[in-house]
């Protein structure tokens, strides 16, 4: 059974960047079926997408998230990493790791979805 496991920081400096790994058990991306995505929740508000990564290692990204967000994975470690710059009060929220068999939201019945990390920026 798959599981993922969120890691990182869970506070980050306004101005920094936020870096976070996924560590995906009993799962791997030899499928070549899934897509992997970074989905955060603000507090008080909606899921939103920042990114994916398949199978395969193409990578797709949030309009909103575009121009400040990497995603990448380590076949080795087998782990997914997220990076977002620049971060702000507002990307205080809970970030979560996500297996899904289609791309962004909405989310799917059959999606795996990590424990989740909450992330506060504040100084």
């Known amino acids: 059974q798959v599981q993922l496991r969120e890691s990182g920081p869970g506070l980050v400096k306004p101005s920094q960047t936020l870096s976070l790994i996924c560590s995906i058990s009993?799962?791997?991306?030899?499928?070549?079926?899934?897509?992997w995505a970074w989905i955060r929740q603000p507090p008080g508000r909606g899921l939103e997408w920042l990114g994916s990564?398949?199978?395969?290692?193409?990578?797709w990204y949030g309009p909103s998230f575009k121009s400040r967000t990497s995603i990448a994975r380590d076949t080795s470690k087998n782990q997914i990493t997220l990076q977002l710059s620049s971060v702000n009060s507002e990307d205080t929220a809970m970030y979560y790791c996500?297996?899904?068999?289609?791309?962004?939201?909405?989310?799917?019945?059959?999606?795996?979805w990590g424990q989740g990390i909450q992330v506060t920026v504040s100084a």
């Open positions: 009993g799962g791997s991306f030899a499928a070549n079926l899934y897509y």
């Open positions: 996500v297996r899904q068999e289609a791309l962004g939201l909405p989310a799917g019945d059959n999606d795996i």
């Open positions: 990564i398949s199978d395969s290692g193409s990578v």
